[in-house]
């Protein structure tokens, strides 16, 4: 259980990193992303887009080393929910737009995929290739997720056992 344990927080908290890591480069990218989103008032955008990359980096290096695993794993598992929902939001109103994700969206799985999958299909519309980008955003998260959930699982579990 401790191995399963281990392995997810390394893949949540590394995803998180790593993620983060390209937004602290070029966070005029992510304000212009989450601007997209057409969610969030203007004034709060950019200062979410120099605050969320360092929140992502703080909680996905306490995941890894340990430090407070159970909030970080629970604050992580909030991000990607509110995430979801954003996506999911998106999804729904068929806007275009880079969920911004991962900074450079070349090396975003699901831009990767939606791009070949336009190659192979070049008939399909603008709407439903960004649809399928977006659907793979949602369940990338939902994975995520559920890595972060069966980790939090597993290290209250791990705690109680050790209380006792």
């Known amino acids: 259980m401790r191995v399963l344990e281990w392995i997810c927080r390394l893949i949540v908290g590394g995803v998180f990193i790593y993620a983060a890591a390209s937004k602290i480069l070029v966070p005029c990218e992510l304000a212009k992303d989450m601007y997209l989103y057409h969610i969030a008032p203007g004034s709060l955008i950019n200062i979410g887009a120099i605050i969320l990359p360092y929140v992502e980096i703080i909680l996905g290096i306490c995941l890894i080393v340990g430090i407070v695993p159970r909030g970080s794993a629970l604050g992580l598992s909030l991000v990607l929910l509110f995430f979801i929902v954003l996506l999911s939001i998106n999804f729904v109103r068929g806007v275009d737009f880079e969920c911004g994700c991962f900074g450079d969206t070349k090396t975003d799985i699901c831009n990767i995929i939606s791009v070949k999958y336009q190659e192979s299909h070049p008939d399909i ?37 050790n209380s006792r």
């Open 125 to 161: 519309d603008r709407i439903t290739f960004v649809r399928i980008r977006t659907a793979c955003g949602i369940f990338r998260n939902i994975i995520l997720l559920g890595l972060s959930g069966l980790g939090l699982g597993l290290i209250i579990r791990r705690q109680s056992d």
